[in-house]
């Protein structure tokens, strides 16, 4: 006989609990004190013995002596950003701080609210209707809160040791194997022996499909911390049904991972709504035709080839639901990815400023300053606020705005008796950089040779032949075909990089890039072309900085010089 193991046995002891006649007498004072600041003030009517049902809840929302942008307004903000101020060098809790400096904590959440509106006024401008007074939904939220976590805090543990018999040896369980739950993996091995066990008739075989059933069960239900969630509005892709322009491969291989084929016998409503599905994607038929090659095995690039193979080099390489969604979630995580690190873009989350110094600020554009080292000493930047991939997805109220810039630049380089030029460089548009007008001001002398600079460098760069016009006059376009300051609109396409230099409001030189791994990276080609006209040195023109966060040197001379001009001057004083 062997003894047993001391692994296999736990010993717990518990303190003894004092018999009910000695029980120690209640100190005086011992009564219960709720704080001024309490959120839930009820507590004192549930110490007197009141039932929960008859206690009347303090209400959230109670009425406010002021009006969200008054003549206090100005000095609640400052003092709502003492206390944040506080926080942030002391280290210690904002609500803290809040009690101590507003006395509850329902005025703190009330000026966070007058804050928050005063920001969609002065973003969305005038016309915008909001609130007037506190509605007290800060406050509510923060109640919910409060009582969610007390209602965790006061659930039972399952390690509470209250029910096991003191002073005896209790014997440990072992973990239930049930409990750990199974990763893919696991769970195909798991299924290999069912099949297992199914193919040699053993009579293991109830209990392993027991066992499978409830791990599907469990990992069906589990919850991933990562999940993706999309809807049909984040792609097109997954957008409406595709039932009759695809239809399932009908094989193994297929049922298995839901593989779908084109439908040749589509009616015109699927081929319609086909086209506008894929229509403006991305890559467009050139890439369908690429796929189709990569998946075409015996491919040879012979005519004599491609003229036997022309109905399956024809077919559209269909993707799955499974393909399409994973597709989706990773061009949502690439886009995050890139609004993440945009040094141009406003980050509502972080509540952080663009990276690049800012100038002046309208409803929908910005101006900052250009990289250093620049190429024409004073330049700037025009940017949009919303992230574009290039301008021509902006709409017509950032192009005003865009256009308001351009003129007030004009005028303040003219004053300094000086010329400007205007570019756009669009050439990768799948990397999603977000758009920007860069300025470079010129001599006079060098502002009427510009164009020419300009023609001769694009003449002379990109591929020797290509499909379409290698320059396109937007600034002829503008006088003699009458769309003025339509004309680079109108002339050419956001789904196609491009290259556009502006020589005055309405229009210039632009040029399609069909090659970009051809074209100089970044800005190099047009900071190549303005340092050749500007006998800038090679050295600063190849070197591109990037935007970093604090205060810019070049900032409050800017300021000064642009302060005549700016246009922006008319939203703040109205």
């Not at 600041?37 to 209400?59: C, F, R, Y």
């Not at 406003?346 to 409803?363: F, N, Q």
């Not at 290509?466 to 002339?491: M, N």
Request: charged share 35%; hydrophobic share 35%; net charge negative.
């Amino acid at each position: 006989m062997e003894a047993p193991s001391a692994i296999d046995f736990d010993i717990v002891q518990r303190k003894k609990q004092p018999e009910a006649g000695h029980a120690q007498p209640s100190k005086p004072g011992s009564d219960l004190k709720i704080h001024k600041n309490e959120l839930n003030p009820h507590l004192q009517d549930l110490a007197d013995g009141k039932d929960l049902s008859t206690i009347v809840d303090v209400p959230a929302q109670h009425e406010v002596e002021y009006t969200f942008g008054d003549s206090g307004s100005r000095w609640r903000m400052t003092r709502l950003k003492g206390v944040l101020h506080q926080a942030e060098e002391t280290g210690r809790p904002v609500d803290e701080i809040a009690v101590e400096r507003y006395g509850d904590l329902r005025a703190y959440d009330e000026a966070r609210e007058e804050q928050i509106e005063l920001e969609r006024r002065e973003l969305y401008g005038r016309g915008y209707v909001g609130k007037e007074k506190a509605s007290g939904k800060l406050y509510q939220e923060r109640k919910l809160a409060m009582d969610l976590r007390r209602e965790r805090e006061a659930e039972p543990r399952d390690d509470d040791a209250s029910d096991l018999p003191q002073r005896q040896v209790v014997e440990a369980d072992p973990p239930s194997a049930e409990s750990v739950p199974l990763d893919q993996t696991a769970l195909n091995r798991l299924k290999a022996q069912m099949m297992k066990a199914k193919l040699k008739g053993s009579s293991d075989l109830p209990a392993l499909e027991a066992e499978y059933d409830l791990a599907i069960s469990k990992m069906s239900n589990r919850v991933e911390p990562d999940v993706v969630i999309l809807s049909k509005m984040e792609n097109r892709m997954l957008a409406g049904g595709r039932r009759g322009e695809v239809k399932a491969i009908e094989n193994k291989r297929g049922r298995e991972r839901g593989l779908v084929e084109e439908n040749e016998d589509m009616s015109i409503e699927d081929m319609v709504r086909e086209e506008r599905r894929t229509k403006g994607k991305a890559g467009g038929d050139g890439q369908r035709f690429a796929e189709r090659i990569a998946k075409d095995a015996k491919f040879d690039n012979d005519l004599e080839y491609l003229d036997e193979n022309a109905a399956k080099l024809a077919k559209r390489v269909q993707k799955s639901e499974i393909n399409l969604k994973n597709t989706a979630i990773n061009d949502f995580q690439k886009m995050n990815r890139i609004l993440d690190n945009c040094p141009l873009c406003h980050h509502e989350d972080k509540d952080l400023p663009p990276i690049a110094p800012l100038v002046s600020l309208a409803t929908r554009v910005y101006l900052t300053l250009p990289t250093e080292p620049e190429i024409g000493d004073g330049g700037a930047c025009i940017v949009p606020i919303q992230h574009r991939s290039n301008l021509l997805e902006c709409d017509d109220d950032e192009w005003e705005e865009i256009r308001n810039f351009m003129k007030s630049l004009t005028r303040m380089y003219h004053d300094q008796g000086r010329d400007v030029v205007f570019y756009e460089n669009a050439a990768s548009p799948q990397k999603k950089k977000h758009a920007a007008m860069e300025v470079v001001p010129l001599p006079y002398s060098l502002g009427e040779t510009a164009p020419a600079f300009f023609r001769e460098a694009i003449l002379s760069s990109d591929e020797e032949w290509s499909q379409h016009k290698k320059i396109i006059d937007t600034q002829s376009r503008a006088r003699s075909q009458g769309l003025g300051k339509l004309a680079f609109r109108r002339s050419l396409v956001k789904e196609m990089p491009y290259f556009h230099v502006w020589f005055d409001l309405d229009g210039g030189l632009g040029h399609i890039i069909e090659d970009p791994n051809r074209w100089p990276k970044g800005e190099l080609f047009a900071r190549e072309v303005l340092g050749g006209m500007l006998d800038v040195d090679a050295r600063t023109v190849k070197q591109q900085g990037r935007w970093n966060r604090g205060v810019d040197r070049r900032l409050e001379g800017f300021r000064k010089r642009w302060r005549k001009f700016d246009w922006t001057k008319i939203l703040t004083d109205n």
